[in-house]
């Protein structure tokens, strides 16, 4: 089976499709930037995009995974499912970049670029109806709601998401990559994301008598720098982990021990194998340190997303692509990240690929504000390539060839 039997010429004029409709791209994205919505509440954003779709005569199902959509286009030809994915969650962020269309939502942006991914896949839906009597089964657009609490695909797979899909495709805007082009990797791309949540009991007292106390506060400390013994000395340095406590949180006044103390942390890894032993060695870790310094401690461990893991095969379909539509030479290998993506639940259940769309600067991309930063912004160049990349991509896996 080739990876694409669609011509060049015909790649090229998806390309130029996607380009004819920029505008409305465009002022699509700006709509969605101007009014986020946070994980789980992305209620407002799901009824434009169900509105825009059924404006396309697509079946709409909505409500999927809470505030999820999943609309399927249907070839003349019976044949393969192909899923397209985007999400649209935002996160609580203060906007910092003074965009006309900044967010109009005090503590709420979309520092990811999700309004950026929705607005990209509606486009490819509106590429591919026009392509409709070619196709050679169906494609399916999944709309997904909380992807930052990785949470949305576990919700879309649980209720029939990806019944019938055979391969399922997604990309992720990169800001730190030139607009126009396309980063890929084979086998293992994003971190795995595990939540640990720690809470330590003590006994509290006057900050001038500590030996009448047993202090969480201390413990806590220790247990912070024991955790890094994790990864110095209990896993491979040819394997990557991180181990990060974010969050700590313990007494209200300055000369008060405090009873309790609580910690939230996160755990990474780039190897399924990896992340399995991962809970045994922090709870190991911190129970003994906290007996060590007689508190009692109570770990949750809960394992959110695994490594998202590409198949090779639909890596070389993408590649392909790319390479057709805008050329080998704007095509880079992407490098790993510990970052998270709940589209790797996705790839657990059936065969696809995740990519990186350059979405910075045409100079100077490297310097750019990243991914979750109130500065961050979005090189719009990038719109009508991302929506042309993943319709040519469906067009291809579902041409009559196949």
Known sequence: ?????????????????????????????????????LSLQESETAARVAEELKKLGLEVRT??????????????VAGRTVALRADMDALPIEEETGLEFASQRPGVMHACGHDAHTAMLLGAARLLVQQKDKLRGRVRFLFQSAEEINQGAKLMIEQGALDGVDEIY????????????????YGSLMGSVDRIEIKLQGRGGHGAMPDQTIDPVVAGSAIVMGLQTAVSREVSPFAPVVVTIGKIHAGDSYNVIPHRAEMVGTIRTFSPDVQ????????????TIAEAYRCKAELTYT??????????????YVEQVTDAMIGRELRVEAAPTLGGEDF??????????????????QEG??????????????????????????????????????
């Open 170 to 185: 997604g990309l992720h805007n990169l800001p730190t990559l030139a607009a126009g082009k396309v980063a890929t990797r």
């Open 1 to 37: 089976m080739t990876a694409t039997t669609l011509s060049k010429e015909t790649l090229q004029s998806v390309l130029e499709g996607g380009r004819s409709g920029e505008r409305e791209l465009v002022a699509f994205r700006r709509e969605l930037h101007a009014k986020p919505e």
């Open 365 to 402: 991309a490297e310097n750019a504000f990243g991914l979750h930063h109130p500065k961050f912004t979005l090189n719009e160049e990038c719109l009508p390539l991302g929506a042309s990349m993943l319709a040519a991509v469906a067009m291809s896996r579902l041409s009559d060839a196949q």
């Open 344 to 361: 790797a639940l996705y790839l657990q259940q059936v065969p696809g690929c995740f990519f990186w769309l350059g979405a910075g600067p």
């Open 63 to 76: 409500g999927v995974g809470a505030h999820g959509i999943v609309a399927d286009l249907v070839g003349p």
């Open 303 to 316: 394992e959110l997303s695994p490594v998202l893991v590409n198949h090779d095969a639909n890596v070389a």
């Open 276 to 287: 399995k032993t991962m809970r045994e060695r922090i709870e190991r870790l911190v129970c």
